[in-house]
C-alpha cells in the first residue's frame, strides 16, 4: 500500500493505553478473584489478550496497561507472557495499577481519569497520538487502519463503532453520524438511541476504542479534571462534550478494520460480560467453522503459556471409553474413560471414568469425578467436581445448589462445591 512507510512512522510514534481496571460484577463469581480483563477465554487465552494482541499485530509496540480492580492475577499473567518486547528498541507494556498518585483519596474514578492520573508518565513519551482500548472485549481489529483514517481525516478524535440493532443499543454508547461519518451526537445508554442514516433497524454503538490527538488528549483531560460535574469518563463526559463542542469527532466503522481470514467474513466482537455470553463466546469455538478464528497464522492471539503435555486420552473398552466430540482440549488434560461433547476444556483438566460432559466450559486445574454429568456449564479454576455429581437436569436443584442464569447455564465454583 502507498501509505504503508507513513503508517509504520505513525504507530511508531502512537501510544496504546489499555483501561483493563473493570471489575465485570455481571460476570457474577467468576471476578470474585480477579478482574474481568483477567478471566480466562479460549481454552489457554486470557480476555486482555485480544486487545494487546490487536495492538502488536497492528504494529504497536509502545503499551501501558492501567489496572485497578482485584489485579494480582492479571498483573502477574502480564509478567510472564508480555515481557518480551525489547526496552532498548523503546519497545514496551507498562503496568500501571492505581496509585493515588494525584492524593491519597481518589482511586480511578472513571476511565478519563486513569489517565489524567498517570498523565505526567505519558506526557514524558511526546506520543503523536494515543490510542485507548478497552481490555475487556474478545475481537480482532487493525488498529493501524483506523489511525490512519484519523489522520486522513484530519480529525482530533476517532471513535470506532458498530452496528447493532436499535432495539438493543441501549446498553451502548451511541452516536449519530453525517454522511462524511463525522459525530453530530454522542449519547451514553440511551433509551432512544438514534439510528443509522437510511436504516431505522440498526444503531451505531460505540467500541471503547478512541483515537486521539496527543497533545488535543492532554487538554481535555486537564478540562475534565476541572470539572466538578463531570465522571470523568471517556464515554459518559469526554466525547459528548467534544462533539457537542464543534470538535473534529469521527467514527471509524469496525468492519472497515476489522481481521477476518476470508473474504467476506463476519466481523466478529463480543462484550462477554455476563455468563450467559461468556458461556456461548466459548461454546462458539467448537464449531466446524467458529465465528472468531484462532488458527490464523496471519493474525496470532498471543498469550502466555505453562510447558504442559499434550491432552490424553485413555482407556478403550466397551464401557469405559476416553473419547472427546465437537470440542477444544488443552494442554495438561488427561479424559481417563470420560465422554466430553461440544466442551471447550482449559489446561490441567482431568475427567475420570464415567463422568460425561456436554456444552461445557471447564477453567484450569479442575478435576471431575467419577460418574458426574455436567451439561451447559462453566466451572471455575481449581473446582473438584465430586463423584456422582448431577448438574444441568434439573434447574430448580441447579439454582439451589449453585448459581443458575436466566439462560440456563450453571456456574459452579470452588466455594458452591465446599458448602454442599
Given at each position: ?7 509504520r512512522?505513525?504507530t ?29 477465554f ?6 486482555i489478550d ?22 494480582h ?8 507472557g ?51 482500548l ?67 433497524e ?121 473419547m ?7 494442554g495438561?488434560c488427561i479424559i ?10 482449559f ?34 479454576r481449581?473446582?473438584?467436581i ?35
Amino acid at each position: 500500500m502507498v501509505f504503508e512507510p507513513r503508517l509504520r512512522e505513525l504507530t511508531r510514534t502512537a501510544l496504546t493505553l489499555v483501561l483493563a481496571g473493570g471489575r465485570g460484577s455481571r460476570l457474577s463469581a467468576l471476578t470474585d478473584r480477579r478482574a474481568k480483563p483477567a478471566v480466562y477465554f479460549g481454552g489457554k487465552f486470557r480476555i486482555i489478550d485480544f486487545a494487546l494482541s490487536n495492538a502488536i499485530n497492528s504494529g504497536f509496540r509502545k503499551i501501558s496497561v492501567l489496572t485497578q480492580y482485584k489485579s494480582h492475577s492479571l498483573l502477574r499473567h502480564l509478567q510472564r507472557g508480555w515481557s518480551f518486547l525489547r526496552g532498548e528498541m523503546d519497545e514496551f507494556v507498562d503496568l500501571l495499577p492505581a496509585q493515588q498518585r494525584l492524593n491519597e483519596e481518589n482511586w480511578y474514578r472513571g476511565t478519563a481519569d486513569a489517565v489524567w492520573q498517570n498523565l505526567d508518565i505519558f506526557q514524558s513519551l511526546r506520543p503523536s497520538h494515543v490510542i485507548i482500548l478497552a481490555g475487556d472485549h474478545i475481537y480482532k481489529m487493525d488498529y493501524g487502519k483506523m489511525l490512519w483514517q484519523h489522520v486522513t481525516r484530519g480529525a482530533d478524535v476517532t471513535v470506532a463503532c458498530f452496528e447493532v440493532p436499535r432495539k438493543e443499543a441501549s446498553a451502548f454508547g451511541v452516536m449519530a453520524v453525517d454522511p462524511s461519518g463525522r459525530v453530530v451526537r454522542f449519547v451514553e445508554k440511551p433509551a432512544d438511541p438514534p439510528h443509522i442514516p437510511g436504516n431505522p433497524e440498526l444503531s451505531l454503538a460505540s467500541m471503547g476504542i478512541y483515537v486521539f490527538n496527543g497533545n488535543f488528549l492532554f487538554e481535555q483531560l486537564r478540562r475534565d479534571a476541572e470539572d466538578p460535574n463531570s465522571n470523568h469518563d471517556f464515554g459518559k463526559d469526554i466525547i459528548p462534550y467534544l462533539v457537542q463542542g464543534r470538535a473534529s469527532v469521527f467514527a471509524h466503522r469496525f468492519q472497515e478494520s476489522c481481521v477476518v481470514t476470508e473474504a467476506g467474513g463476519t466481523p466478529y466482537w463480543r462484550d462477554v460480560g455476563t455468563v450467559d455470553a461468556y458461556w456461548e463466546a466459548n461454546i462458539d469455538l467448537t464449531n466446524i467453522i467458529p465465528p472468531l478464528d484462532l488458527y490464523d497464522p496471519q493474525w496470532r492471539i498471543w498469550t502466555y503459556q505453562e510447558q504442559l503435555p499434550p491432552a490424553k486420552f485413555v482407556h478403550d473398552e466397551d464401557n469405559r471409553r476416553g473419547m472427546c466430540l465437537g470440542s477444544m482440549v488443552s494442554g495438561g488434560c488427561i479424559i481417563s474413560g470420560s465422554l466430553v461433547r461440544r466442551s471447550l476444556l482449559f489446561s490441567n483438566v482431568r475427567c475420570n471414568s464415567y463422568s460425561k460432559l456436554e456444552g461445557a466450559v471447564v477453567l484450569p486445574d479442575v478435576v471431575i469425578n467419577r460418574s458426574a454429568r455436567l451439561t451447559k456449564v462453566v466451572v471455575d479454576r481449581g473446582v473438584e467436581i465430586p463423584e456422582g455429581l448431577v448438574v444441568g437436569e434439573d434447574p430448580q436443584e441447579d439454582a439451589r445448589r449453585f448459581f443458575r442464569t436466566s439462560g440456563g447455564v450453571t456456574l459452579i465454583t470452588r466455594e458452591m462445591i465446599d458448602r454442599l
